[in-house]
């Protein structure tokens, strides 16, 4: 039974029903609807904060793969190469997001950060105008809320902290909900041109034309409405099936493995709810699923027995049939145990999926549950809200920890230094257009870090303090505990008064400095025998064939040089 559908009119002589007092129950609404307002913007905040404080450089290997295809030398873009795949995705509109960063903002990671925040907050809005008119203020506010909190949730803090992973995937998802949309309204010949801005962005858009069909049969629209988006359906999932590369995707199994792929699927589906245990996102993913198939069954059943449109429903049972299809398409494309927990669900950037998912549960839910009432269904909703997004904590935390080390990156293509950009997985072949486009790390906004000194400053390296070597006692103590060689990864530790380093600086044979690093990295990416304090760990890097004198950190603007380790100098 649909809770939402249009009313049938009353009969003329149909007795007034009873209404509460007037006044207190707008009060009630409106306090109900400013905390449900303020509720659903404190996801969207947080997403921002972290948008906003990324790296300004982008650190991922997909970034400078496309920008090295996309540019030649002098920066100038090649058309032809923006149609060719990438992770044998259709990837147009993100490359020429990832060049026009580079040419008119700088290379600056955060400008497209922002903007995966921005277009998921525009899901959220497309979502929220899918609510029927005839549903009660709160109830939508609620809902609305919830979408927030669920697709802006804490377990995608990877795509708010590095904006190529954002502009992947984001776009794709943001038209294919606005094609749902603009369908759920009617709008078929609309949705069908976002389907071509999604089918454009990405792969996760290849779907969208069987699930706008689903939307025109279960709305009952003439049959040009269903058979046209069908037909093209096939058309591009043929097309991209003829021609994509013929190569696995980096790290994906090309195994049979049905139960490996099922466990994949159902983990993306239930990802919201586990941040590192696949068991568990496997079990949610299972029971979301199966929520789904229950309440979508009553729509579907009306209109296979009765014919009967189900206009209401017909956006929700689509936004739940394109999760689905997303889970199974990440199953069969990039299964594999070589990531984190062993699931490809349970990465960061896929939890749109089990986001999607769980909003069309809550809807359907809200529309063809009428027992339940309004209090009970917020209540369910600010749960969900709350748990998902607390778990997700755990996840956000590891994103950061293995992203950290990445912020190498800028210094490494500043000084040129192709052994380390090979194991950071940066495309070295992109500096050239970088640097003719002026992009960060090639502008004048480079900056070491230090308050002062950059590349080329000499510093009076031997009036400087010598830290205590880490094998004695007390809060200042550090050492360097690899060999100083340019183009390597140079790595330790240093402590002042307990504190971290605020940035630490490679010289020259001549005090010049040559080189420079990043601070406060996880104590576990030091490559050291005696354990350093949590957080004081950093990496540098100096340019190839260059003679490295010695280590200096910075704390509070005074200077100390680290020792290097007694088994590097013994």
């Known amino acids: 039974m649909n809770n939402y559908a249009p009313a049938r009119p009353t009969t003329p002589n149909a007795p007034p029903r009873e209404t509460a007092s007037g006044a207190p129950r707008l009060l009630r609404t409106r306090a109900a609807l400013i905390s449900m307002g303020l509720f659903a913007g404190v996801p969207f905040v947080l997403a921002l904060l972290t948008a906003v404080r990324a790296p300004k450089t982008h650190v991922l290997l997909d970034y400078w793969h496309v920008l090295a295809k996309i540019t030649d ?70 809902l609305t809320a919830g979408f927030s909190w669920l697709l802006l949730t804490s377990h995608a803090t990877e795509l708010w902290l590095q904006g190529t992973n954002g502009i992947s995937w984001v776009p794709a998802v943001f038209f294919c909900v606005l094609a749902i949309a603009c369908a759920h309204h009617g709008r078929t010949w609309t949705a069908c041109l976002a389907a071509v801005f999604g089918c454009l962005s990405f792969g996760a858009a290849l779907p969208i034309w069987f699930v706008l069909a689903l939307i025109a049969w279960l709305r009952k629209d003439p049959r040009s409405r269903v058979m046209v988006p069908a037909g093209a359906g096939i058309v591009v999932v043929t097309a991209w099936f003829l021609t994509r590369p013929s190569s696995p995707q980096s790290l994906a199994s090309s195994a049979f493995d049905p139960d490996g792929r099922m466990a994949v699927a159902a983990a993306a589906l239930g990802g ?38 189900s206009a209401v429903n017909a956006g929700w049972v689509a936004l739940a049939a394109y999760a689905t299809m997303l889970a199974a398409m990440l199953a069969m494309g990039r299964t594999t145990d070589q990531v984190p927990g062993g699931n490809v669900g349970l990465i960061s950037r896929y939890v749109v999926i089990g986001a999607l ?45 293995d992203y950290a080390p990445l912020n190498l990156a800028a210094i490494a293509l500043r000084v040129d230094a192709p052994a ?92 010049i400095v040559i080189g420079g690093g990043i601070t406060g990295l996880p104590s576990t990416t030091a490559k050291t025998k005696n354990p350093p304090p949590e957080g004081t760990t950093w990496h540098a890097v100096a340019p190839p064939n260059t003679t490295i004198g010695s280590v200096i950190v910075t704390h509070q603007g005074r200077f100390y040089r680290v020792p290097q380790a007694e088994t590097e100098i013994g």
């Open 73 to 142: 030398d002098n920066g100038d873009l090649l058309l032809r190469q923006i149609f060719t795949y990438h992770l044998d995705q259709p990837f147009v509109l993100p490359s020429l997001l990832f060049w026009a960063d580079t040419a008119w903002f700088g290379g600056d990671n955060r400008i497209l950060t922002v903007l995966a925040v921005l277009l998921t907050a525009g899901i959220v809005a497309l979502l929220g105008s899918m609510l029927p008119k005839s549903m009660p203020a709160v109830t939508k506010a609620a």
């Open 272 to 309: 919201l709810w586990s941040a590192e245990v696949a068991t568990v996102a496997i079990i949610a993913g299972g029971i979301t699923l199966g929520a789904l198939a229950l309440v979508a069954a009553g729509p579907v059943h009306d209109r296979v027995t009765h014919a009967r449109p």
């Open 357 to 401: 998912a769980t909003s069309a549960l809550l809807v359907l839910l809200a529309l063809n549950r009428p027992q339940w009432s309004q209090r009970s269904l917020v209540a369910i909703v600010v749960a969900v809200a709350l748990t998902t997004h607390a778990i997700g904590g755990a996840k956000a935390n590891r994103v950061r920890h």
């Open 420 to 511: 380390v950009l090979d194991a950071l997985h940066i495309q070295r072949a992109a500096a050239p257009a970088a640097r003719a486009l002026g992009a960060y790390p090639f502008n004048d906004a480079f900056t070491l870090g230090c308050g002062g000194p950059e590349l080329g400053t000499r510093l009076p390296v031997p009036t400087l303090p010598l830290l205590p070597r880490a094998t004695q006692t007390g809060d200042t103590r550090g050492e360097t505990s690899t060999p100083l060689t340019g183009d390597t990864l140079i790595t330790g530790w240093a402590a002042i008064n307990g504190t971290r380093p605020d940035c630490v600086l490679l010289v020259d044979q001549n005090d």
